[in-house]
Structure formats: C-alpha cells, structure tokens
C-alpha cells in the first residue's frame, strides 16, 4: 500500500494529465488533491518541489517501460524506438511534457526551486538505454554515445511535436532515426561481410542475403590504374 506521500504524488501525476497543474496556487492545488497545503509543504517542500517530483516520477515510470522492453530479445533497437516514442509521443502524456520543458527552463536558467530536476536529468536515461544497447552486441563506449544522442533526439522530436503539433511530421523524422540507428547496428551475418554506413540522405543499406553474393563495390569512373600501366607498357596512350 502506498505511503502517504506517494499517495498524493499519484494524485498529483493523474490530476496533472487532467486538468495541469502550473497555474493553480499551493491551497488550490491541495484542495484539488483531498488535502491541505500544510501536507503539500510537510512532504515536497513547496508546489515547486512538488512539480519536480512528478517529472521525475513520471520519467521513472517512462524508464522502466524501456527496460521491460530489453527483457525480449527480438526487441531490435529500432523497435525499441519505435515503441518508446509511441509512448513519448501518446497525447495523453502532453501535459506531463510540457511541465517538464518548462521546469526544465527554469533550471537552466538558474531558478533555485528547479534545480533538483537537472540531477541525473540525461545520466538516469544512459544505464538502461546502455545495457538494452550491449545485450545486442553493441560496444559499450558506442552504447554510450548512441544512449546519449537517443536521449537528445527523443527530446527534441517532442519539443517540435508540443511546438507544431505536426504530428505526421515528427512521426516521420522519428521513423528515419529508428531506421537509421537499426541500419547502424545491425549484426552482420556470420561469415559475411559486415553492414555498411548509410549513405547521407539515402535509405538505409540492405543486409547481405545469407548464401548470396556479397554485395558489389561501385564501379569507378575512368580507366583502372594498373590498365593505364598496361597500356603504356605497350606503347599505347597514357593519356
């Protein structure tokens, strides 16, 4: 059963997807959760401490999702995006979203009430998103960075969606990164030769065909080196 805290930090996550929460002052935000200010204060410290723990619960509740989705082995990466930005991107979560950029500001701006928020802000996202990253063969120097860039590109697709509210847009620079990113760290096939590189603004490349032919270097444009040697050894034209 929960604690009394934890009672009114669930009231205050489900009374925020309802109805927000910035604008109401500490009293009335007391009585919209059944309980008074002076319990509010006892518990979180201020409205302010409050908000900032929601967000963190909320971020918490958003991690654990992720991890449960690295218990399945056949959850590839770009699944695993996939998946976390439908629920990122759920309208429902809107409010919780736009309190976190807003107490997000605030915190780099140097308030002193939001500054709690910046601890392990970017660093409580990295061991999980680590981990999925090196139970698929990742490196764990390249999980880190790949972590990283996840957390900023996740962010900023959500900045642009509560921004522009185009969500077809964003739904498909979403879709480029999780194809993207899948392409990069695809497992090459035992024996063959591993993936290459998206080619900038390109689709993704095709995996080899396990038993096929390895896939062909493009030709290059003129005359091969050692022909040209040839044909100069022979008395022809050099050039």
């Given at each position: 059963?929960?604690?009394?805290?934890?009672?009114?930090?669930?009231?205050?996550?489900?009374?925020?997807?309802?109805?927000?929460?910035?604008?109401?002052?500490?009293?009335?935000?007391?009585?919209?959760?059944?309980?008074?200010?002076?319990?509010?204060?006892?518990?979180?410290?201020?409205?302010?401490?409050?908000?900032v723990?929601?967000?963190?619960?909320?971020?918490?509740?958003?991690?654990?999702?992720?991890?449960?989705?690295?218990?399945?082995d056949?959850?590839?990466?770009?699944?695993?995006?996939?998946?976390?930005?439908?629920?990122f991107?759920?309208?429902?979560?809107?409010?919780?979203?736009?309190?976190?950029?807003?107490v997000?500001?605030?915190?780099?701006?140097?308030?002193?009430?939001a500054?709690?928020?910046?601890?392990?802000?970017?660093?409580?996202?990295l061991?999980?998103?680590?981990?999925?990253?090196?139970?698929?063969g990742?490196?764990?120097?390249?999980?880190?960075?790949?972590?990283?860039?996840?957390?900023a590109?996740?962010?900023?697709?959500?900045?642009?969606?509560?921004?522009?509210?185009?969500?077809?847009?964003?739904?498909?620079?979403?879709?480029?990164?999780?194809?993207?990113?899948?392409?990069?760290?695809?497992?090459?096939?035992?024996?063959?030769?591993p993936?290459?590189?998206?080619?900038?603004?390109?689709?993704?490349p095709?995996?080899?065909?396990?038993?096929?032919?390895?896939?062909?270097?493009?030709?290059?444009?003129?005359?091969?080196?050692?022909?040209?040697?040839?044909?100069?050894?022979?008395?022809?034209?050099?050039?």
């Amino acid at each position: 059963m929960p604690d009394p805290r934890q009672r009114l930090l669930d009231a205050a996550i489900d009374h925020l997807a309802a109805h927000g929460l910035s604008d109401l002052s500490l009293r009335q935000l007391a009585a919209a959760l059944g309980t008074s200010h002076r319990m509010l204060i006892y518990h979180f410290g201020s409205k302010e401490g409050l908000l900032v723990e929601v967000i963190r619960a909320v971020e918490r509740r958003q991690r654990e999702a992720f991890a449960d989705l690295g218990l399945d082995d056949a959850v590839t990466p770009g699944d695993a995006i996939r998946r976390m930005w439908r629920r990122f991107a759920d309208p429902a979560l809107a409010p919780h979203e736009r309190l976190f950029f807003e107490v997000y500001g605030q915190a780099l701006q140097g308030r002193a009430h939001a500054l709690p928020l910046l601890d392990g802000i970017v660093e409580s996202w990295l061991a999980p998103a680590v981990e999925f990253a090196r139970a698929r063969g990742v490196p764990e120097d390249v999980a880190r960075a790949d972590a990283r860039l996840g957390v900023a590109v996740m962010r900023g697709l959500l900045l642009d969606l509560l921004a522009t509210g185009d969500r077809t847009a964003v739904d498909a620079a979403a879709e480029r990164f999780a194809a993207a990113y899948e392409a990069l760290t695809a497992q090459p096939t035992p024996g063959g030769p591993p993936p290459t590189r998206p080619t900038p603004g390109g689709p993704p490349p095709t995996r080899p065909t396990p038993g096929g032919p390895p896939p062909t270097e493009p030709a290059a444009s003129g005359p091969r080196p050692g022909a040209v040697r040839a044909e100069t050894s022979r008395g022809g034209p050099a050039s």
